[in-house]
Antibody
């Protein structure tokens, strides 16, 4: 059974950074990409970037220079680190598996990140 | 690519059909010939769930009464007979080119 289990909720101060993990199981990790999507309170879905199965990354321009997405193939875990947090970064962050059809066929449960002074 | 969904919200009747439209600002036909348009359903407090990929291919476990159609820049998600479990937000998404983009979402409620 495919599962994506994300790390727990975080509260950060403005200017800090956050690292969210995504532990996968139930499939061969390095045959699928991982992507990160966030959802601000009451808002829609926003694609942040992805890590291809071979480790190549592609980030949304909005997050370039501020986000890093990595994977650890030995543990089947993906990571998303976001720097220089502002109040606008308060959101639920989801990791998802990217299928061969470029759709997000499995989602993590989400990690709430709150930026508060 | 800008993805525009209509309507923003709809009130559906149990057992009756409902449809959501998604329009892209440019063609979603990828150079490889495929069209990477997918649909997701999100219930309150839950992560989204994939319903449809490549315009009309149903994800395993999605009921047959939920279908996708369209081509080029115009796409539709149709629910043939609305059931109570269909409430929530629906999003279309394009993966034809970076950055990947979602529609703004359509809220479905039951009358």
């Amino acid at each position: 059974q495919v599962r994506l289990l994300q790390s727990g909720a975080e509260v950060k101060k403005p200017g800090a950074s956050v690292r969210v993990s995504c532990q996968t199981s139930g499939y061969i990790f390095n045959t699928y990409g991982l992507t990160w999507v966030r959802q601000a309170p009451g808002q829609g879905l926003e694609w942040m970037g992805w890590v291809a199965y071979n480790g190549d990354t592609k980030y949304a321009q909005k997050f370039q220079g501020r986000v890093t997405m990595t994977t650890d193939t030995s543990t089947g875990t993906g990571y998303m680190e976001l720097l220089s947090l502002t109040f606008d970064d308060t959101a639920v962050y989801y990791c998802t598996r990217v299928s061969k059809s470029k759709c997000f066929d499995r989602w993590g449960q989400g990690t709430a990140v709150t930026v508060s002074s | 690519i800008v993805m525009t969904q209509t309507p923003l919200s709809l009130i559906a009747t149990l057992g009756q059909p409902a449809a959501i439209s998604c329009r892209s600002s440019q063609s979603l036909v990828h150079p490889d010939g495929n069209t990477y348009l997918s649909w997701y359903h999100q219930r309150p407090g839950q992560p989204p769930r994939l319903l449809i990929f490549e315009i009309s291919k149903g994800m395993k476990g999605v009921p047959d009464r939920i279908t996708g159609s369209g081509a080029g820049t115009d796409f539709t998600l149709t629910i043939d007979r609305v059931e109570a479990e269909d409430v929530g937000l629906y999003y279309c998404m394009q993966a034809a080119e970076f950055p990947l983009t979602f529609g703004g979402g359509t809220m479905v409620e039951i009358k």
